[in-house]
Nanobody, 119 residues
Framework: QLELAESGGGMVQPGGSLRLSCIAP????????VAWIRQVPGKERERIAC????GGRAYHGERFSISRDNAGNTVYLQMNNLKPEDTGVYFCAADDYRCSELVGDFDYWGQGTQVTVSS
């Protein structure tokens, strides 16, 4: 069973940057479509970015970028020019097949990491 773990969250001032990491010990993330999904208070979960098994990428906006190390050990989410409305819990999620636009299609989830953007 694929188990995901996120890290890298924290508190940052508006305009700052954070890089989140997602790992799956014992598994190669190149074999999965991996997404970053966030839960903002009072809103439904939304997909921020996704990287497919073939390396294709999808983004929500220009301030976020997703990448994967060559070994497939870690998937990153680089977040720049953060805004207070980016505050929320960020989850790493994976699927065996594709980068679905539907959050519910992802079968494997991490516990999430909190991101707080505040002055």
């Amino acid at each position: 069973q694929l188990e995901l773990a996120e890290s890298g969250g924290g508190m940052v001032q508006p305009g700052g940057s954070l890089r989140l990491s997602c790992i799956a010990p014992g598994f190669n993330l190149r074999n999965y479509a991996v997404a970053w999904i966030r839960q903002v208070p009072g809103k439904e979960r939304e997909r921020i970015a996704c990287i497919s098994t073939g390396g294709g990428r999808a983004y929500h906006g220009e301030r976020f970028s997703i990448s994967r190390d060559n070994a497939g050990n870690t998937v990153y989410l680089q977040m720049n020019n953060l805004k207070p409305e980016d505050t929320g819990v960020y989850f790493c999620a994976a699927d065996d097949y594709r980068c679905s636009e539907l959050v519910g299609d992802f079968d494997y989830w991490g516990q999430g990491t909190q991101v707080t953007v505040s002055s």
